[in-house]
């Protein structure tokens, strides 16, 4: 009795780091097929249409057919687009990731304000009381999800 006990908690076990594995591997592959251009401006492209129909957005971003069907079958692979009816859709998972994405562009356009940030200690809360840097950030971003990023305590304190 025992010993089938401790089957179940070791396959219970394995298959939480199995799980585990397939979550970093998901992300990994959702930041790689957004690292592609063509995907990304496809994946934007649904998002922004709405329902458009294939041919039409295959016309529209001027792909070859392979090209626009090899990239569409990944995102729906992905998990980030779906069709229906002929159709393209995003995923509310896609709308997450089209999210995040959209946070990303905005700190890269602020990179050199977050370089900034970095030189006069404000971010890692070296020197600056807590008034002190939440004014710098306030005043040097615009985006009020990165000042809210930057503004957090780590967990650890």
Known sequence: MNAISDTKVTATNHDVDAGSKQKSE???DVVKLMS???????????????????ETLRTQLKLTKKQYYSRISRLIKAGLVKRQKGRYFVTAFGKVVYNAQKLVGTAVKNYW???AIDTLGVANNNTTSKEERSKIIDLMIGNLQIREILLQQP???
């Open 155 to 157: 967990d650890f304190l």
């Open 36 to 54: 592609d251009d063509k995907s990304l401006f496809i994946f934007n492209t649904i998002f922004l249409a709405n329902g458009e129909n294939s």
């Open 113 to 115: 304000k977050l370089r």
């Open 26 to 28: 998901c992300v990994a």
